[in-house]
């Protein structure tokens, strides 16, 4: 409870001291710094060649032990110039299906002559772990996952970046915001052409017919398929059975429909998107209809992605 | 972060760890037991072979803790023969040893550093030659750039290299600054002294257990004098004064011990006028964990500083309150002609008539009674022991074998060979039978002259000599030795001793007499010392109050806080010079620079950055945040320099005045209006 | 040149093709920057209208060549025939002898016949039976080709893709626009027209377009980005960044202007790059494409 709402202060914080952008350059407003636990060691350690170095009266301890409490000194600002070097874009997100992994990609350049060094550890805002990218290794570009478990459209958290360059006495870190959608397509859920008669478009009774005209291409068999597309001429070759597929770019009347009310949305919306991407995949074209809001029929990826778009946003805003 | 593996193979940060605390361990060979460094060497061997090899087979966990308990007997088993210094030393590095064998972790890693860290402090408790600080500053650099190495693995070595160094040099001026103005404290508390740290001379003396005098050629001390060196004659060095006699041995007495110890608790005051004429010297003490203090007769300290550390003893020496454990030094006057009365309580006498018991040394006690009838003068009577020695053929040598049963008898009678204990114990002891009030002083004779004012003595100028009261009133020198050695006394030893040492070691110091190019070397070699130690290691309180006053003149709270300030303003202005960018090398086009400073601001105003758009889409991008003066002025100015940038016949001069001025005309807008943007909305797509 | 010379034309173009205004301009660039153009498209999107109207406006000879498996090199070249009357052998050109020609899925053919196109394309010249016979001036090819993943296709090479100047894709209508096309299907304005010669004239003068250091700057800076960041199937070679300036300096034509902007370099960018840089490398799952990240990543205004 506590550590929530701690959580939420520090985020509303945040949100005013480093507001989101696509792009970020690291700068004293953004980044932070704070000794590590051996660092903190490293200080009583400090402290203990002191009291030896006084104790024993030896110069030349006292010396060391200024020497090292001048190096934290040096290493402090070594370790911000080396991480405010950093210039951090994001390319943004993969679209996936719920349940798959996304991979938020990002850009990592460096706006000074000097490249930053040393290693860089990126996790997502809360987490524990998080990838580590060596800034040394010509990695400009990287990958991070999360795992996605609903449809919809989410902001993207925070990304917390830090580095321990130069001695790993003290963390140099920064949690940005790129204000970065996140688009998760609904879960596919595989269901058979024949389903789509009854199920998705009930009221017209259109058929998910194939064109009949233009030759298209071969598939293979499927149980069903009528006789007379089969491609005798490539199996009396002795090729596995396949068939001829048609054609019809000008047949529009396929329409999805889903329910928004329905008892089974999740189930429909599923097996909808199943659909929209079966059909994208065969060239066919269709209409999606959402309640009140219709898709016109087409074909081609950008449609099928409006339709997803549309089908992972249902029920999610107005 | 902490938790995690590091690599075996290949792992350059491990390797350079392993190097250091291998080198590391050389240095400390002093309190380390062989078994130990071989420990080391075995882990970093190892180390070595995995880093070129891989983890071929897991060292399993079973044995290293075998190991450890095996090392933990081992280490308590010698323990009684070091002192806590030494053990915590032993069983640091033992424990640096294990986990290097098993180091798999970050966190590992980062503490066998920790570790390796404070090691280096613990070398320098016990070596601080100059030498030995170049070392450990190799090492220190060396773990330094081991920690970078792994957060920095796939870095170029010579980057790394180049950094490391960086970071040493930036951090040296503020570390020296630091050391030059942080108050320098008196000891919090008494540190355990290691044993065999000790050395030098004894508290005890048993001449005729010596059979053969093995001479170091380590220095034992510095002394600069503020005027004249002393002659060769007045090098006497005191250090203690053996008054308790056994018959065998000569060791400083209970009394004497107990005196020292009660005057550890009593305020010192420095005399306020010094009577006669007092010469000031400075001493460098090397360590040597005992508390005797080296002096001229008779000395006392010259300061405040001093006057803290040192005790001046009843039977004229000096003593330390703590033991030298580090290089110090001490601020000393003496005067050569001041006298040195017996206590009035006659516990001098009482002290230094005190025979044996035993009937041991029946010859000399005859001798010393005939001598007795014969003069009736105390004078004439020291003077015949004197001259007895002289006259009878006695001989000087360091080889005079053991004479375990009556060692003075032995020694007069038949050997009539021996060195400064033999002769000063032999008299000590005649003159104690004959009633007179006699004791032996335990110190140093001679020195080296290393410059024009600077004295430098070693081990082998060790030397005791024979104190007596003839008149019952004041201690009087009488040096038997001399009577026999002369060109002891006046060339110091080296010299006088030419013919015995030709089974020294080759590059010894006794050696470089014989080569004009060693001796060059040495002295040169002394020379950097004796400056390291004089101004570096001497470094103390009383020097750095002498600075603070020569800077800031009379101190003043205001000055102090000033000058804190002061200190405090450099450091930030070096931390300045070495971080701020330096801006000539960022901006070589003006052009861009006024459009980037102006797209900044922009940016900072309306909340839109520009993000790789073209000066155009910039503009247009802007156009809903801006009023429409503002854009027109930004318009023209976007205009101006496209024009400039693209246009062919762009780049006249005219052009850049125009894009200055709007600039500046601009800059000025969106200063004054400030507060009339409308900053862009949260969600832009 | 007045600026209303080149509304007018793409107006013209814009009654045959509706609603592409920006697709038109990209086909005139590249015609202007005598490139060769690839439509990379489904059946019946108005790739061939397109050609047809290209040719009509700047009276090209025109002719087509639709692309099967079993189209011969000799088919589209012409070949050497042996003349009974006056009994030597006579070369009989083929219909690649034309100013503007329409290759029609040219991916359905042989690599064998696409090579020769290409060839064709690049020398400007085609040779057979040791005879080297010079192709009209100008020399324009508008290829059409099926996406990819069909079957029955041999895609082309990326090394022949390279010889295309830009890759543009006109996909469907939108709805007014097919509207439109549907309501007066018939009316199509013929009075805009131009002589071959204002064509030549204006390649000519396409040329002398100014490019300043800064402008060739933002072009290193893109195909170095290419060359350098990983994750890009392809870098964009010298041909490339070639292509990329020309047709930056044609855009920067046609709007009427003599000096290019970076703004000219990022409007053909997609058009030229894209395909070079994708080649044949399919990733369905790919959103963004690769040319649109390398425009982010790269700032036009760095000197």
């Given at each position: ?44 350690l400090c402290?203990a060649l002191f009291i030896l170095g006084t104790n024993y009266q030896n110069n030349l301890l006292l010396l060391l032990c200024y020497f090292f ?250 | ?19 250091a605390?291998?080198v590391l361990t050389v240095v400390l060979n002093q309190p380390l ?50 002192g806590l210094l030494e053990?915590m030393v032993?069983?640091l590095v ?22 390796a860290f404070f090691l280096t402090g613990c070398a320098l408790i016990f070596e601080q030659a100059l030498s030995t600080a170049i070392v450990l500053s190799i090492i220190v650099l060396l773990l ?24 040493g040099?930036?951090?040296l001026?503020?570390a020296s600054?630091l050391f030059l103005?942080m108050?320098q404290l008196p000891p919090?508390?008494g540190m355990p002294a290691g044993k065999s740290t000790q050395t030098g ?15 170091s050629t380590d220095r034992v001390f510095t002394a600069t ?57 400075q001493l460098i003490i090397e360590p040597n964990a005992s508390k005797w203090l080296y ?10 500083a001093s006057?803290?550390k ?10 330390t309150?703590q033991p030298v454990m580090s290089k110090q030094l001490f601020d ?118 290393i410059?024009?004012?600077a004295?430098s003595v070693y081990q ?49 110091r ?12 040495f002295?040169m070699i002394d020379t950097v010392n004796y400056q390291w130690s004089r101004w570096v290691l001497g470094f103390d309180n009383e020097r750095q ?141 | ?303």
């Amino acid at each position: 409870m506590f550590g929530r709402l701690r959580n939420r202060l520090l985020l509303r914080w945040l949100a005013a001291r480093i507001p989101g952008h696509r792009r970020h350059t690291l700068n004293m407003q953004s980044v932070f710094i704070m000794p590590t636990r051996f660092g903190v060691y490293f200080f009583v350690l400090c402290a203990a060649l002191f009291i030896l170095g006084t104790n024993y009266q030896n110069n030349l301890l006292l010396l060391l032990c200024y020497f090292f409490l001048s190096v934290s000194l040096v290493t402090i600002f070594t370790s911000y110039q080396n991480f405010a070097r950093l210039q951090i874009q994001a390319r943004g997100v993969n679209t996936v299906y719920a349940g798959d992994e996304a991979s938020f990609q990002i850009q990592l350049s460096s706006h000074s002559h000097q490249p930053p060094a040393g290693q860089l550890t990126i996790r997502w805002w809360g987490h524990k772990t998080g990838i580590v990218v060596d800034l040394d290794d010509s990695t400009e570009e990287v990958h991070l996952p999360r795992a996605t478990f609903r449809r919809g459209v989410f902001a993207l958290p925070r990304v917390t970046f830090s580095s321990l360059y130069p001695l790993g006495l003290f963390r140099c870190w920064t949690h940005l915001d790129f204000a970065q959608p996140m688009m998760v397509f609904p879960r596919l859920e595989p269901v058979g052409d024949h389903h789509v008669n009854f199920q998705q478009s009930v009221g017209k009774g259109t058929t998910l017919t194939s064109g009949q005209e233009d030759f298209d291409s071969l598939r293979a068999y499927r149980q069903g398929d009528p006789i007379a597309r089969i491609a005798w001429k490539s199996l009396a070759k002795g090729a596995a059975p396949a068939v001829k597929t048609f054609s019809e770019p000008a047949n529009f009347n396929t329409r999805l429909q889903v329910n928004p009310v329905s008892q089974t949305l999740e189930k429909d919306i599923s097996q909808t998107a199943y659909l929209v991407v079966e059909l994208t995949r065969r060239q066919q074209p269709f209409a999606l209809q959402i309640g009140p809001h219709t898709y016109a029929a087409a074909t081609g990826r950008a449609h099928r992605d409006k339709c997803l778009r549309a089908l992972s946003t249902i029920g999610t805003q107005v | 972060m902490k938790g995690t593996g590091l690599p075996v193979k290949g792992h350059r940060a491990t390797l350079i760890l392993s190097i250091a605390m291998l080198v590391l361990t050389v240095v400390l060979n002093q309190p380390l037991m062989g078994w130990v460094m071989l420990m080391m060497t075995c882990a970093a061997v190892i180390r070595f072979y995995l880093f070129r090899a891989g983890q071929t087979q897991k060292l399993s966990q079973r044995l290293v803790n075998l190991l450890a308990v095996l090392a933990c007997i081992a280490l308590a088993w010698f323990s009684g023969q070091q002192g806590l210094l030494e053990i915590m030393v032993n069983l640091l590095v033992t424990g640096c040893a294990l986990k290097l064998l098993v180091l798999r972790r970050t966190k590992d890693f980062l503490q066998l550093t920790a570790c390796a860290f404070f090691l280096t402090g613990c070398a320098l408790i016990f070596e601080q030659a100059l030498s030995t600080a170049i070392v450990l500053s190799i090492i220190v650099l060396l773990l330094l750039l081991g920690l970078q190495q792994l957060y920095a693995p796939q870095l170029a070595f010579k980057k790394h290299l180049s950094a490391n160094v960086k970071l040493g040099l930036q951090a040296l001026p503020i570390a020296s600054l630091l050391f030059l103005i942080m108050p320098q404290l008196p000891p919090l508390w008494g540190m355990p002294a290691g044993k065999s740290t000790q050395t030098g001379l004894s508290e005890s003396m048993t001449p005729g257990d010596i059979a053969a005098l093995t001479q170091s050629t380590d220095r034992v001390f510095t002394a600069t004098f503020s005027q004249a060196l002393p002659p060769p004659q007045q090098r006497y060095w005191r250090a203690m004064v053996l008054e308790s006699f056994n018959g065998n041995t000569w060791t400083v007495s209970e009394y004497r011990k107990q005196q020292q110890l009660l005057s550890q608790f009593t305020t010192r005051t420095l005399e306020a006028e010094p009577q006669g004429n007092w010469a000031e010297y400075q001493l460098i003490i090397e360590p040597n964990a005992s508390k005797w203090l080296y002096a001229l007769d008779v000395s006392r300290p010259a300061d405040r500083a001093s006057l803290t550390k040192v005790i001046s003893n009843q039977d004229y020496s000096l003593s330390t309150v703590q033991p030298v454990m580090s290089k110090q030094l001490f601020d000393m006057q003496y005067n050569a002609d001041a006298k040195k009365p017996l206590a009035a309580n006659g516990i001098d006498t009482q002290l230094n008539l005190q025979l044996p018991v035993s009937g041991k040394n029946p010859r000399a006690k005859d001798w010393a009674q005939q001598l007795r009838h014969r003069y009736s003068d105390n004078n004439a009577l020291v003077d015949a022991i004197m001259r007895y020695f002289a006259d009878q053929n006695f001989s000087y040598t360091l080889t005079p074998g053991a004479m375990p049963e009556h060692p003075v008898d032995t020694f007069l009678f038949e050997r009539q060979a021996g060195f400064c204990a033999h002769y000063a114990s032999a008299m000590t002891y005649v003159l104690r039978e004959t009633g007179i009030p006699a004791r032996i002083v335990s110190g140093y004779q001679g020195g080296e002259a290393i410059t024009q004012n600077a004295l430098s003595v070693y081990q082998y100028d060790a030397h005791a000599w024979v104190e007596a009261a003839p008149d019952g009133k004041t201690w009087e020198r009488f040096d038997p030795t001399a009577m026999v050695a002369m060109s002891r006394l006046q060339y110091g030893f080296q010299q006088s001793m030419a013919d015995q040492h030709a089974d020294m070691p080759l590059f010894s110091r006794a050696r470089a007499r014989d080569s004009a190019l060693l001796g060059g070397l040495f002295a040169m070699i002394d020379t950097v010392n004796y400056q390291w130690s004089r101004w570096v290691l001497g470094f103390d309180n009383e020097r750095q109050q002498d600075m603070l006053t020569d800077i800031l003149g009379e101190k003043t709270t205001t000055k102090l806080a000033l000058f804190g300030l002061a200190v405090m303003l450099f450091i930030t202005g070096l931390l300045a010079l070495y971080f701020i960018p330096k801006p000539a090398a960022r901006y070589t086009d003006e052009i861009q620079r006024l459009y980037d400073s102006l797209s900044a601001r922009l940016h900072k105003l309306t909340g839109v950055e520009r993000a790789n758009l073209s000066a155009r889409q910039y503009l247009h991008l802007l156009a809903p945040h801006l009023d429409a003066q503002t854009f027109s002025l930004f318009e023209q100015f976007t205009q101006q320099y496209e024009k400039i940038r693209y246009v062919p016949s762009g780049q006249q001069r005219n052009h850049y005045a125009r894009l200055r001025s709007q600039h500046r005309i601009l800059m000025k807008q969106l200063k004054k209006g400030m507060g009339g943007f409308r900053p862009s909305p949260l969600t832009e797509e | 040149m007045i600026r209303s010379d080149f509304d007018a034309l793409i107006g013209a173009l814009g009654k045959h093709i509706l609603g592409k205004p920006q697709q038109i301009k990209l086909a005139l660039t590249c015609m202007l920057a005598q490139g060769h153009l690839l439509i990379e498209d489904l059946p019946g999107m108005g790739k061939t209208t397109l050609s047809h109207a290209l040719a009509r406006l700047f009276n090209l000879d025109y002719s087509r060549i639709q692309f099967t498996s079993d189209l011969l090199p000799s088919d589209m070249l012409g070949a050497t025939i042996f003349n009974a009357q006056t009994q030597d052998f006579v070369f009989r050109p083929g219909p690649v002898f034309n100013q503007l020609i329409l290759a029609d899925e040219i991916n359905r053919a042989s690599p064998k016949t696409q090579s020769a196109l290409l060839e064709s394309m690049e020398e400007q010249q085609v040779s057979i039976d040791g005879t080297t016979y010079p192709l009209p001036t100008p020399f324009f090819v508008i290829g059409t080709q099926n996406p990819t993943f069909q079957s029955g296709t041999y895609p082309l090479p990326e090394s022949q893709l390279d010889r295309f100047l830009m890759k543009i894709s006109l996909g469907y209508p939108d709805w007014e626009a097919e509207k439109a096309m549907l309501s007066d299907a018939g009316i199509k304005d013929d009075t805009v027209s131009y002589s071959v010669e204002q064509l030549c004239d204006w390649q000519q003068r396409v040329k002398k377009v100014h490019a300043s250091d800064a402008v060739i700057n933002y072009i290193l800076r893109l195909v170095t980005m290419s060359r350098t960041t990983p994750g890009f199937p392809h870098a964009l070679s010298p041909r490339a960044s070639k292509a990329l300036l020309q047709a930056a300096r044609a855009w920067a034509f046609i709007h009427n202007r003599d000096h290019v902007l970076p703004d000219d370099i990022q409007a053909v960018f997609v058009a030229v790059s894209e395909h070079r840089l994708r080649a044949s490398y399919q990733d369905t799952d790919e959103d963004t494409s690769f040319s649109q990240r390398l425009l982010e990543s790269v700032d036009p205004l760095a000197a």
